[in-house]
């Protein structure tokens, strides 16, 4: 069974960058290239931010950036503003009947 | 612009049928690249996939869920309905639908949710 393992939470000061990561166990997650990342706040329909690992959706700021290496994917988020906060999720779909798995979520907190 | 629009009960009792709908605009739901996913959150925990359906009516679910779930749509109405039985406490939360299109591995657009109570 795969998991994918988060931080319970990030936080940083308004204009720095924060790094949530996403690690992958097990092996029905291919080659792990298709990770997604996705931002809920509360109230609000959960917005992708990052697919296939690196790219961004349009209409989504490039203060958000994603990376992989190795068994760990991370969104970086720079110039952080208070409207950043909540939970960020990642996700993949698997090679398995599983299909789709998310991670256990990061809340991210603008102090 | 793709949106949906999630409805159904707010409160279903325990054992009961829990049925859901996602109203789906900006496309269409006879065409086979597109999908419709059903996934929730219990407060306080992560999110978990529990359905998805395409317009060429192939489905697929969560293996954990899946003896409890049925996902159908009516391409006429543009809508997807969800089907949870013998609900129990523990399934309490905020139900989404969201939009996959194929082959892409992603949930575009989502719906802002349901909050639904299992309590008697």
């Known amino acids: 069974q795969s998991a994918l393992t988060q931080p319970a939470s990030v936080s940083g000061s308004p204009g720095q960058s924060i790094t949530i990561s996403c690690t992958a166990t097990s092996g029905d997650l291919g080659d792990f290239k298709y990770i997604s990342w996705y931002q809920y706040r509360p109230g609000r329909a959960p917005r992708l931010v990052i697919y296939d690992v690196t790219s961004r959706p349009s209409g989504v700021s490039n203060r958000f950036s994603g990376s992989k290496s190795g068994n760990t994917a991370s969104l970086i988020i720079s110039g952080l503003l208070i409207e950043d906060e909540g939970d960020y999720y990642c996700s993949s779909f698997t090679t398995t009947t599983t299909l789709v798995i998310f991670g256990g979520g990061t809340k991210v907190t603008v102090l | 612009q793709i949106t949906l629009r999630e409805s159904g009960p707010t409160l279903v009792g325990p054992t009961q049928t829990l049925t859901l709908t996602c109203t789906v605009s900006g496309l269409s739901l006879s065409t086979n690249v597109e999908g419709v996913a059903w996934i929730r959150q219990p407060p306080g925990k992560a999110l978990e996939w529990l359905a998805i359906i395409y317009g060429d009516d192939d489905k697929r679910y969560s293996p954990s869920l899946r003896n409890r779930l049925t996902v159908t749509k009516d391409a006429s109405e543009n809508q997807v309905v969800l089907t949870m039985t013998n609900m129990d406490p523990v399934d309490t939360g905020t139900y989404f639908c969201?939009?996959?299109?194929?082959?892409?591995?992603?949930?575009?657009?989502w719906g802002q949710g349901a909050l639904v109570a299992v309590s008697s």
């Open positions: 969201a939009h996959r299109s194929w082959p892409e591995r992603r949930f575009d657009t």
